[in-house]
């Protein structure tokens, strides 16, 4: 079942490829180079592996970029490792490292380390080996290190924007309520205005009601006052 996955893989980058490199697609073409290049690695087809791996290599440099390049130089020295070719092993590894340092990539550089490491351990040199296996533990510490430091530091960050999110949310809720409360305060100021004007206005119309009933009384008694002087005269002139 294994090796009929590897051949339909194979065989469907195969096709990939020839569709990519009809229509041109760089991108997909150094993918199914790479991706060959290491099934045939698996498959122990060394030969035809190094082809693709040379393939991939070229098409890297002219297509690609270097931080591709690390990777398939260190696919590369693994390939000549599997191939007994300890010496260009090293010389693969040593130079995806120099690429790797360049852009002070930490882990391709301690992967390469590691892998010097064990070149040297099969050539006997364990000086080397275990100088090699020192770096490599070295700067996988740090590279921990660094990792927990940061993860330490997105936490804190993490903590304090969510305190101040927290605090955000206490103040919006402390304006919303003071809001509300001023808009109360505001609807009763209101009401109190409306009902003094309404007292205002009723005072004002009891108050001219009350005028004119007066002047009303007033002149009624009048009529009053002359209509009696009126009879008194008649009954004396009587």
Do not use: W
Not at 11 to 17: D, T
Not at 48 to 63: D, Q, V
Not at 100 to 126: G, T
């Amino acid at each position: 079942d294994e090796l009929m996955d590897k051949t339909k893989a194979m065989e469907s980058y195969h096709r990939s490829l020839a569709m990519a490199e009809s229509l041109g697609y760089t991108d997909a073409i150094l993918t199914c180079y790479s991706n060959l290049s290491q099934l045939y690695m698996f498959n122990k087809d060394y030969e035809t592996a190094e082809l693709y791996f040379h393939k991939t290599i070229n098409a890297n440099k002219e297509y690609g970029d270097s931080t591709q390049l690390i990777t398939v130089y260190s696919n590369m020295g693994s390939l000549q490792k599997e191939m007994g070719r300890l010496d260009s092993a090293l010389y693969y590894y040593t130079f995806s490292n120099s690429l790797a340092r360049l852009q002070n990539l930490k882990p391709h550089i301690a992967s390469n380390y590691l892998f010097i490491s064990n070149v040297y351990e099969k050539k006997h040199d364990f000086i080397n080996a275990y100088d090699y296996h020192k770096r490599y533990s070295e700067l996988k510490d740090s590279i921990l290190n660094e990792e927990g430091s940061r993860q330490i530091n997105e936490l804190a960050i993490k903590y304090e924007t969510e305190e101040k999110d927290k605090e955000l949310i206490a103040r919006n809720a402390q304006i919303t309520r003071a809001a509300a409360e001023n808009k109360t305060s505001e609807l009763q100021r209101n009401a109190v205005i409306a009902g003094l004007a309404l007292l205002l206005l009723i005072a004002f119309f009891s108050f001219r009601n009350f005028r004119k009933h007066k002047q009303a009384h007033k002149e009624i008694s009048y009529q009053k006052e002359l209509i009696e002087e009126k009879q008194k005269d008649i009954l004396d002139s009587i």
